[in-house]
């Protein structure tokens, strides 16, 4: 008989026989660690380079709390109400059976249980270890005698192992609390709005008294069920002498006085602009190996929680991001613009921020995919980033021993020439032939480097596309982190690369940029500065690499040529920034006016601005971007004031800079009555990418 109370009191008595049997004391001597000290789900906080929180995302909502750290009046009414005798019995309470045995023999049903809150414990670790596994839930909340024994054996050791108020403390972090509420310190803060050691007795006693039936006692949906039921936990408070009289009277006269808090999950509850970013730290966690071999091994990172992660986001620098995209686009529009801010040296991402905000509903231009990450970080299939490549070219051909003041005929249109690969050689091959024009029938050489940066010449960097060989570039672009399209799939090998054709994301070309600003340095995109547990201790994360790239000469020439953009009759001489500090950046228009852009730097800050149609199904004619009709949109004056405004809203109060130069002399007075002299920008657009 003694071993059908143990096993649950309803079970018929024949199931004793498993008590006895030799089988059952077999794993007396071997409690596992998990119940020892349980790995529980907790949230995960994410915050920016200053501390501020940007979100807090969880499987499941919990703070695990030291003992110090939770109210006495939660301890006490949680045993009071639960497991009066929890300090006095063992792992079983054999008075608790018995008075369980008769009151259900009274009823004449299994009305009244008598497991111990130790047994409690053990079945909660069960079902915290099924996890999201339905059929495991269900397994670990079986009511048999197979289950009560086994749950009986591990409380039995786990009570010689651990102290009582150990196993309290572990009971309080895992119990749910209802409303998406896990162990106490959570409940405190859904219900009333403040930690857990701030607790009155009556706000205690509301939460003990829910353990029983979540639902039934929800103070938000039922609040006299849940204040009659926390009255009677008030009672067994003052019965154990836990209160006093006059607390006891005052805790009941009390309003439930909830100050409730919806739950707050995901990046969707980030602040203002910050989702993309959140979401790209969890895919980072969920992909670097620094977290976990597999990637299971890393969804159990993420999805156990706890973590505190210190991201490398820039507060200041995101709201001028943020501010500069949506004062420029508005989210109405048909295109949306996308802002990447990288530190120059480190590779940290300082800021990330789009136009259209992060959320699922369509109807109000919501989006989740990052339109300033490759696919693989949430971002789409990426843009052709057009001429804002051409500096690549560039400094393949300088670190190939080109002279910066190298000189091509530069002619207005030329067919694509046979050019060499890594694999072997390209040909045109196309009937007729494929050709290549510049942006007016005004633009024709000959041209030197400086020159033809200034005005983005596309004869110009296909002719020394040929001369240095599509393999240099390519290898070039690998240097700078471009290693494959922001599809993922590879780079292809054809001249039209010069001209930016292969899409690429805002972050990739905002760390291309950084490079330059670095003096050839470049370091891998960084998002986290460090994460640590709750209870203190570090996680590994994944190391900044950093490598050069190419050569400070090369470094020097390319600040020299990329500030002749930004100057004179550049394409971008109209990007000016406050105080006149030293910039040096990049135009460019795809194909079809589908995508513009504008990259550039100093030496403390690297921005990349793309603007287009979010599909990047969006010819750039003929539209009204913020309320402004635009007959056609480029470089310079789409994307550029959006670049120009965030950079100067980031590098407000900051020390001017000065980038190191080389002395590339201007090329010498032209003497070709057919060539032209340095242009202004031009007004039509032929096929292909442009400045």
């Known amino acids: ?36 000290t349980p790995p529980l789900t907790q949230a995960t906080q994410i915050f920016d380079a200053r501390g501020g929180l940007i979100a807090k995302v969880y499987e499941r909502d919990r703070t695990v709390i030291p003992a110090d750290q939770m109210s006495p009046f939660m301890r006490y009414a949680q045993v009071d109400i639960e497991d009066a005798r929890f300090y006095e019995h063992g792992a079983v309470d054999l008075k608790g059976i018995l008075r369980a045995v008769s009151k259900n023999a009274e009823s004449g049903t299994a009305s009244q249980g008598a497991s111990t809150l130790t047994q409690q414990y053990v079945k909660n670790v069960n079902v915290e270890k099924a996890g999201d596994d339905q059929a495991a839930v269900l397994e670990a909340q079986r009511k048999t005698l197979g289950r009560k024994i086994q749950e009986l054996k591990v409380a039995i ?11 309290l403390t572990n009971y309080l972090n895992i119990t749910y609390y209802g409303n998406g509420a896990y162990g106490v310190e959570a409940a405190s803060q859904r219900y009333f709005g403040k930690s857990n050691k701030d607790l009155t007795v009556a706000e205690a006693a509301t939460l003990a008294g829910l353990v029983q039936n979540p639902s039934q006692y929800d103070p938000k949906l039922h609040p006299q069920a849940a204040q009659n039921r926390r009255d009677v936990v008030i009672g067994k408070m003052l019965e154990s002498k836990h209160i006093t009289a006059d607390q006891a009277k005052e805790a009941k006269a009390a309003p439930l006085g909830l100050n409730y808090r919806e739950p707050q999950n995901g990046c969707i509850t980030a602040k203002a602009g910050m989702g993309f970013f959140c979401d790209y730290v969890r895919r980072v966690v969920k992909q670097d190996p620094a977290f976990g071999r597999s990637a299971e091994e890393r969804k159990k990172v993420w999805d156990t929680g706890g973590l505190n992660i210190q991201t490398t986001l820039d507060p200041d620098k995101q709201t001028a991001a943020q501010t500069a995209a949506s004062g420029n686009v508005r989210v109405t529009d048909s295109v949306s613009a996308a802002v990447s801010m990288v530190e120059p040296g480190t590779g940290k991402i300082l800021a990330m921020a789009q136009t259209r905000p ?78 290549v024009p510049n942006e007016s029938a005004s633009e024709k050489g000959p041209y030197q480097l400086k020159e033809a940066m200034a005005l983005s010449v596309n004869t110009y960097f296909v002719q020394m596309e040929q001369e240095i060989g599509l393999c240099a570039v390519k290898q070039m672009a690998n240097k700078l982190g471009i290693t494959a399209r ?42 986290i500065n460090r994460i640590t547990t709750v209870d203190g201790r570090d996680v590994p994360v994944p190391a900044g690499h950093c490598e050069k790239a190419f050569s400070e000469t090369t470094a020097r020439a390319l600040n020299t040529i990329l500030n002749g953009v930004t100057e004179k009759n550049g394409t971008g001489a109209a990007l000016s920034l406050e105080g006149d500090r030293q910039i040096a950046g990049k135009t460019g228009t795809s194909d079809r006016k589908r995508a513009a852009w504008f990259n550039g730097y100093t030496p403390q800050l690297a921005t990349a601005v793309w603007l287009g149609g979010p ?3 969006v010819e750039m004619r003929n539209l009204s ?13 789409g994307p550029g004031p959006i670049w120009r405004d965030a950079m100067n809203q980031a590098l407000r109060g900051t020390p001017k800079q000065s980038l190191p130069m080389a002395d590339i002399p201007d090329p010498a007075p032209r003497t070709d009555p057919n060539s032209t002299a340095t242009g202004t920008p031009p007004a039509t657009t032929p096929a292909g990418p442009q400045h």
Do not use: H
Not at 16 to 34: N, Q
Not at 411 to 426: D, L, V
Not at 625 to 637: H, L, P, Q, S
């Open 1 to 36: 008989m003694s071993g059908v109370l143990m096993a649950g009191l309803a079970l018929p008595a024949a199931g004793a026989i498993g008590l006895t049997a030799k089988g059952t004391a077999e794993g007396f001597d071997d409690v596992p660690d998990d119940f020892r």
């Open 157 to 167: 050791k786990l009570e010689e192992e651990l102290s009582k108020d150990q196993i």
């Open 358 to 435: 992060y959320g699922l509903l369509k109807e109000k231009n919501q989006t989740v995919v990052n339109l300033n990450a490759d696919a693989a970080m949430g971002g789409g299939n990426g843009f052709q980033p057009g001429s804002t490549f051409k500096p690549v070219v560039a400094a393949a051909a300088l670190e190939a021993g080109l002279p910066a003041t190298q000189e091509y005929p530069s002619e207005n249109r030329i067919e694509y020439p046979t050019m060499k690969t890594c694999e072997g050689t390209w040909k045109n091959t196309d009937r007729p032939k494929a050709t």
């Open 486 to 527: 922001a599809s993922g799939k590879p780079l292809e090998e054809v001249p039209a690369m010069a001209l930016g054709v292969e899409e690429m994301s805002p972050l990739t070309m905002a760390n291309v940029y950084a490079t330059f600003a670095a003096q050839g340095t470049r370091c891998d995109p960084v998002a």
């Open 615 to 617: 599909d990047g199904g």
């Open 625 to 637: 971007i913020n309320g402004k009709y635009r007959t056609e949109v480029f470089g310079a004056d």
